[in-house]
């Protein structure tokens, strides 16, 4: 059974480029939430994807924008981006479907460092 | 505005001794908590969790415990075991949303 799976693990990218991270949520889950979270912080909730729709979002500006596929799996995509923008990136998955308390199950991450 | 406080950075503790790991929220519309263990260069995986309607949950070696008068929660493991050092990091969430707020995380060392 396939835990949540994150692409790439890491990525180097110069300020004002634009990225794209990936994720596929566990087996039998269909809601994906994304993370930001920074050196020595707690993961920050960025925005959270069901039914291919954005449902909720975080304090994060335009720039972050994602997207979620017929298949569940998800992408959050980063424009313009700012030295600030480096951090670790984690992909949550959960089934809202079933019951609105429970875990979330994450990734292991996709570690984005700005030059 | 940090919705959810872990005070201590650190914390260290003797093999087969009690951890005991403390969270703080103020967000009184909170209803489901939860810690997570993270090691480095992974994810964090779920530990246990508690909603609002209980007042402790106890799975194995692991127990945490809610007061929601004092919106304080506090994770005890026992005995504590040197693969038990990690980052734990406390989460909560306000009914039907699914989005969840961390705390800072709390490093701790289980000295053999």
């Known amino acids: 059974d396939a835990g949540v799976t994150q692409s790439p693990t890491h990525l180097i990218k110069t300020r004002g480029q634009q990225v794209t991270l990936r994720c596929s949520p566990k087996?039998?889950?269909?809601?994906v939430s994304w993370y930001q979270q920074a050196l020595g912080q707690g993961p920050q909730f960025i925005f959270q994807y069901y039914e291919e729709e954005e449902r909720q979002r975080g304090n994060f500006p335009d720039r972050f924008s994602g997207h979620q596929f017929p298949n569940y799996s998800s992408e959050l995509n980063v424009n313009a981006l700012l030295l600030g923008d480096s951090a670790l990136y984690l992909c949550a998955s959960s089934s809202l479907g079933r019951s609105s308390n429970q875990p979330q199950h994450f990734g292991d991450g996709t570690r984005l460092s700005i030059l | 505005d940090q919705q959810v406080k872990q005070n201590s950075p650190s914390l260290s503790v003797q093999e087969g001794r009690i951890s005991i790991l403390n969270c703080d929220y103020t967000?009184?519309?909170?209803?489901?908590f939860l810690w997570y263990k993270k090691y480095p260069a992974e994810g964090p995986t779920f530990l246990i969790s508690?909603?609002?309607?209980?007042d402790k949950n106890e799975d194995g070696r692991f127990t945490v415990f809610l007061n929601k008068s004092a919106k304080h929660l506090s994770l005890h493991i026992v005995p504590s075991q040197p693969g038990d050092s990690a980052v734990y990091f406390c989460a909560a969430s306000a009914y039907n949303f699914n989005k969840f707020y961390f705390g800072s995380g709390t490093k701790l060392n289980v000295k053999p």
């Open positions: 087996s039998g889950h269909d809601t």
């Open positions: 508690i909603s609002s309607i209980k």
């Open positions: 967000n009184s519309m909170f209803d489901y």
